[in-house]
C-alpha cells in the first residue's frame, strides 16, 4: 500500500496533538478502567459548572451539546441518532430490556461477564425469567430457538476477551433471537455496527472519555414499539419543553 508523503508526515502532528488534550501526573495505561478527560472536555464541564454556580445556566442550552453527544456517538456506533437514547449507567438500560421481556424467556449469557448486564435478567426471576450462563468462546453456538434474548460484553471487561460478533449476528439471525450487546468496553476502539443488533448499550466513563453517568443505548428501530419505556421522563416529549406539565 502506498501511504502519501504529507500524510505520512501528519502522523506525529496528530498523534502530538492528542497527547497534548490529556494531563496525566503518570503514565496512564487504564482507560480500559477509566478513562482521563482530554483538555477540551474538562473546560467545557469547568464552564458548566461555573455557570450552574454563578446562576447564569441556561436549561434549554444543554440541549446542544447533548444532541450533539448523541450524534457523535451514533457515527461511532453506526446508526442513525434517531435510535440512540441517553441515560446515566448501561444497568438502566438492561433492566429496561428485562422489564420488556416476556415471562418465562431465556436469556443467554456469557459466563462471568459484567454484572451490569447480568443481575437486571435474574432480578426478573419472579416472572420466570431464565438466565443461562456459557462460556463466551461458545456463546454464538449455544443460541437456540428457545433463546429469547442474548446479553453480553463485545469485550469482556475482566480479560479483553472479543466476542466473535459475526457469529452472534449469524446465530441471531438464524433463531430470531436478539441481542443486547454491551459496547462499554469496544466503542471508542473496536469498530462495532450497533444496526446488527437488537439493542447496544455503552457506558461513557472509559474509551469514550466521558464523565461517570454517561451512557449510550441503541435500538434497531423496527423494534421500537415493542420496547415499553418504563422509565419516560419529561424529557421524552415530543416537544420537551411545552409538554412538561399536564
Known sequence: ????ADAHDAIPVTLAA???EFDAAVTYLDTATFGLPPRRSWAALQQALAQWRAGTADAVAYDLPLAAARSSYARLAGVD???????????????????NLPGGSEVLTATGDFTSILFPFYAQSGRGIRVREVPLDRIADCVTSRTTLVAVSAVQSADGRVADLDALHAASRATGARVLLDTTQAVGWLPVDASRFAYTACGGYKWLLSPRGTAYFTINPTLIDDLTPHYAGWYAGEDRWSSIYG
Do not use: N, Y
Not at 81 to 99: K, T, Y
Open 81 to 99: 441518532p434517531s435510535v440512540v437514547a441517553v441515560g446515566s449507567q448501561v444497568s438502566v438500560f438492561a433492566g429496561l430490556i428485562a422489564a
Open 1 to 4: 500500500m502506498k501511504i502519501d
Open 18 to 20: 492528542a497527547r497534548a
